[in-house]
């Protein structure tokens, strides 16, 4: 058990961190409400009335936001690589060339298909 003290501590610190944050905030910030504060935020253009359920959003979307998270995990596969890299030798340097290739056509193939524009 006490292995687990300092981060049992550490997440204690966190959520005390936090708590004060909020309690700090609204018991300190400004209350000065008016009808502009009120409505929903959309980077200054008059909200349009959306249709029960909230609009359709394009696949385009979703597939540009698939994107950013596959290449994202890409990274945060080379990063342990990196750290062992000595230590893995030629074999740790052929695995992560194919895994590179790999991903490398997975990016020439979306580009060609027009994945990366933003119409």
Same mark, same amino acid.
């Given at each position: 058990?006490?292995?687990?003290?300092?981060?049992?501590?550490?997440?204690?610190?966190?959520?005390?961190?936090?708590?004060? &944050?909020?309690?700090?905030?609204?018991? *300190?910030?400004?209350? !000065?409400?008016? !009808? /502009?504060?009120?409505?929903?935020?959309?980077? +200054?253009?008059?909200?349009?009335?959306?249709?029960? %359920? %909230?609009?359709?959003?394009? $696949?385009?979307?979703?597939? *540009?936001?698939?994107?950013? #998270? #596959?290449?994202?995990?890409?990274?945060?596969?080379?990063?342990?690589?990196?750290?062992?890299?000595? &230590?893995? +030798? #030629?074999? +740790?340097?052929?695995?992560? /060339?194919?895994? #590179?290739? *790999?991903?490398? $056509?997975?990016?020439?193939?979306?580009? !060609? !298909? %027009?994945?990366?524009?933003?119409?």
């Amino acid at each position: 058990m006490n292995l687990y003290a300092p981060i049992l501590v550490l997440g204690g610190i966190a959520a005390a961190f936090g708590v004060i &944050s909020l309690v700090a905030g609204a018991l *300190t910030g400004p209350k !000065r409400y008016n !009808r /502009a504060k009120l409505e929903a935020y959309e980077c +200054g253009i008059e909200p349009t009335p959306q249709p029960m %359920g %909230g609009g359709r959003f394009p $696949v385009k979307y979703y597939l *540009t936001a698939m994107l950013f #998270i #596959i290449f994202d995990i890409e990274i945060v596969f080379l990063y342990p690589w990196a750290v062992y890299f000595d &230590s893995l +030798g #030629i074999f +740790g340097l052929v695995e992560m /060339a194919l895994f #590179i290739l *790999t991903v490398f $056509v997975a990016y020439a193939y979306i580009w !060609r !298909r %027009g994945g990366l524009e933003w119409d």
